[in-house]
């Protein structure tokens, strides 16, 4: 594991997300030599799978604070845990490093007790190189909030993903973050739509991502498969501080963002929370 991201990672014991955040902006600050341009052109523009942890560490610091902070929001909006259920089950659909599972996480920890409550976390991811990296920081954080946690996940493409059934009473948490603006992605969100409308139990699809054509043609056709209807879809502009990687400082940035969540279970049909 980059050293960067083991440093970072034990500055989620005192501040959690902003701490990891703030750790790994001040080490690349000091070490990073992956440039803008460079990572772009390996990237095709964070489109492609990662294929190395310098390009991963350069992704955190360019993207992670934004992305974080737009999915708690999605999430603070939306998703009201009422019940005192001890177990909750989240899979998160191309996790890149597993950001928007961290957010969850942090989410539900606000709402209830962690030291009681088990996370069972499914982390589906085609990058080898992010996939090991969010297994990692995922534990780093549920060890900070204090979760006990059963981390599983699948090394493959969304067209691959065999969704799992937990095969439990709780409540499921599907996560899809900053993916659906993807074209390929787009066409591959079928296979998973199709399986989560067979699970039984109360079900959740919590969404994030850039407000584009492209960001809201993916969640068109998301709300569509799930539905059968669209949706007008919130927009989220969400201020934050992050550092900037072209100019080499920090600045506050604010997100240009969508996000959305539905809801179904046995009993009723899939609904727009």
């Known amino acids: ?13 005192d501040e959690g997300f902003a701490g990891f955040y703030d750790s790994l902006a001040s080490q690349y600050a000091l070490h990073g030599t992956t440039t803008y341009g460079e990572f772009v052109q390996r990237t095709d523009r964070a489109t492609l799978p990662l294929s190395c942890q310098e390009d991963a560490v350069f992704y955190s610091v360019a993207y992670a604070m934004g992305h974080y902070v737009t999915f708690a929001q999605v999430l603070a909006d939306n998703l009201v845990l009422e019940d005192a259920d001890t ?37 589906v991811e085609p990058s080898t190189v992010a996939l090991s990296i969010a297994r990692y920081q995922v534990a780093c954080m549920a060890d ?83 539905t059968g209807c669209t949706y007008d879809i919130p927009k989220y502009h969400v201020a934050h501080r992050r550092y900037d990687v072209i100019h080499g400082c920090y600045r506050t940035h604010t997100s240009r963002a969508i996000g959305m969540a539905w809801y179904s279970n046995e009993a009723t049909a899939t609904k727009v929370a």
Request: glycine content about 8%; charged content about 5%; some cysteine.
């Open 1 to 13: 594991m980059n050293m960067m991201i083991k440093n970072a990672c034990q500055a989620m014991n």
């Open 87 to 123: 177990v909750m089950n989240i899979v998160d659909y191309g996790c890149g490093q597993g950001i928007a599972t961290l957010a969850t996480m942090a989410h539900i920890a606000s709402q209830r007790d962690a030291g009681a409550t088990h996370l069972n976390i499914h982390l």
């Open 144 to 226: 900070a909030l204090g979760f006990s946690v059963c981390i599983t996940s699948q090394n493959v493409p969304l067209a691959q993903v065999v969704v799992p059934d937990f095969a439990n009473d709780a409540d499921t948490l599907h996560l899809m973050s900053y993916i659906l603006d993807v074209p390929a992605v787009q066409v591959q969100l079928g296979n998973l739509t199709g399986q989560i409308r067979q699970l039984t139990g109360v079900q959740w699809v919590i969404a994030s991502g850039i407000n584009t054509p492209a960001g809201c043609a993916g969640f068109n056709v998301l709300s569509h498969q799930l």
